[in-house]
């Protein structure tokens, strides 16, 4: 019998989120990546180097949150953000060694949940539709809790989030997945649902109702008009039956 042990002493959780992120703040070796690594039972995320050579590995950083971490997305070389217990979003600068440290901002992304976190995504749409007419310097982030039934849309400009849009559902048992499927359309899901929201353009959308309705409308009008001169749906007119129809169809 083979009894495996963990000596580690690290304190896992099913929840736990680990990403490979950008390194600027000290030299690496071209074998080693940087990950960012959350610990939700102690409600830390740590920066860590791994050598795939050596398999070595240096812890370089250590948040301590508010929360317990649920996601984790990184902004730039010097900004990240971790979603939390609670429905928040930390806000942590990664320069710097000072240990008590604390959050940049936090923000309370679902108030209406006490849940986590669920997903944290950039969106890579260039629609108008969706980022205006004026393209601007800033980046869209799309976000969901477990503990709330509707999803949120931000913008992301110069490392600060801007409340954007706010997309109800009618999930009932919290959101887990978000997905950018097509240029205006995202995906949510949990474990038993998965929903498709497209954007779509009102005006467009009204002027291409209206347009079918007007080529229906006239249709059915050279449709009437035809019948009422073939009166022995022959299927064809002769010279004088075509100047009246034409000439019913322009009043």
Not at 86 to 105: F, L
Not at 197 to 214: C, G, M, N, P, S
């Amino acid at each position: 019998m083979i009894i495996r042990k963990d000596y580690s002493r690290r304190i896992a959780s099913d929840r736990d989120q680990m990403i490979e992120i950008k390194w600027t703040e000290t030299i690496i070796q071209s074998s080693a990546t940087a990950f960012a690594v959350s610990n939700y039972q102690k409600g830390h995320v740590y920066i860590t180097l791994v050598d795939l050579k050596t398999r070595r590995q240096s812890r370089m950083k250590t948040f301590v949150l508010d929360n317990a971490p649920t996601k984790i997305y990184q902004i730039d070389d010097n900004n990240m953000l971790f979603g939390t217990e609670g429905g928040k979003i930390e806000h942590w600068i990664v320069s710097g060694n000072d240990p008590d440290k604390k959050a940049k901002k936090i923000y309370h992304a679902h108030p209406e949940s006490d849940a986590g976190i669920s997903a944290i995504i950039e969106l890579k749409t260039h629609s108008g539709l969706l980022r205006g007419k004026t393209e601007g310097n800033f980046k869209l982030i799309a976000t969901a809790s477990e503990g709330a039934k509707e999803f949120r849309i931000w913008k992301l400009q110069n490392c600060e989030l801007m409340p954007y849009l706010k997309i109800e559902t009618t999930f009932t048992d919290g959101i887990k997945y978000l997905l950018e499927t097509q240029e205006t359309q995202l995906a949510a899901a949990n474990e038993k649902t998965i929903k498709f929201y497209d954007f779509i353009d009102k005006d467009e959308k009204d002027a291409k109702e209206k347009l079918q309705k007007d080529k229906d409308e006239t249709n059915k009008k050279m449709k009437e008009i035809w019948n009422s001169i073939d009166v022995k749906n022959a299927g064809k007119l002769n010279q004088f039956e075509l100047r009246k129809y034409f000439d019913e169809l322009a009043k």
